[in-house]
């Protein structure tokens, strides 16, 4: 299956700021997934990062807010802007394994506002 | 909308204490329905894959079996290892999947 380096692991941000993470597969992968995982709950899909086009965003989830590239087939970024402390969550990128069965995820990076 | 409901939402275990955890789902047209386990600060890790009822998958003291509406993951002789949050997804339609809350379980020693 597809190995994922996401990065930074963690974070400690100041409102109003920006942070972008990276996510880079060691396999060309069609389709890439960003996930948010608020404290104590589960796994909410944000957007579907498409390649040589516009991200496809879940409901209540904006481009403004959550912009996302994914310039080729091994790696794309989601930058969460104008952070606020209800941004505090881990964020998962994660891939469609092909030549399995399932679907890989990151391991995440753990993202405070204060 | 697909619905996935995990329970219960915590389950504490002796060791060698079997039990099994149960995701049941609503959703139109299941393409196929997942477990994940989660370790604290750690990204999902893959389990199973299920795509029809009555299929069952194994792996250590891990068994998951599936049903037309239900899913149980079965623990066997659980060890303190086998503590983690268990996640239930399913996939329905285009790839995109919708995840249940998890079940946190304990095993003591």
């Known amino acids: 299956s597809a190995v994922i380096s996401q990065k930074p692991s963690r974070d400690i941000c100041q409102r109003g700021t920006s942070l972008t993470i990276q996510c880079q597969v060691d396999s060309q992968v069609t389709m890439m997934f960003w996930y948010r995982q608020q404290p104590g709950q589960s796994l909410t899909l944000i957007a579907t990062a498409n390649q040589g086009s516009e991200a496809t965003y879940e409901s209540g989830f904006v481009i403004d807010k959550f912009p996302i590239s994914r310039p080729n087939l091994t790696f794309s970024t989601l930058t969460v802007s104008n952070m606020s402390p209800e941004d505090s969550s881990i964020y998962l990128c994660s891939v469609r394994d092909l030549q399995g069965v399932g679907y890989t995820f990151g391991s995440g990076t753990r993202l405070t506002v204060v | 909308e697909d619905q996935v409901t995990q329970s219960p939402e915590a389950l504490r275990l002796q060791e060698g204490e079997s039990s099994s955890l149960n995701c049941s789902y609503t959703?139109?047209?299941?393409?196929?329905l997942f477990w994940y386990r989660q370790d604290p600060g750690k990204g999902p890790e893959f389990l199973f894959t299920?795509?029809?009822a009555g299929e069952e998958k194994e792996k250590e003291r891990l068994k998951a079996t599936l049903t037309k509406k239900e899913s149980f993951l079965h623990i066997t002789a659980p060890k303190p290892e086998d503590s983690a949050t268990y996640l239930c997804a399913v996939q329905a339609g285009d790839y995109k999947l919708s995840f249940g809350a998890g079940t946190t379980v304990t095993v003591r020693a």
């Open positions: 959703v139109s047209g299941l393409r196929g």
């Open positions: 299920l795509y029809s």
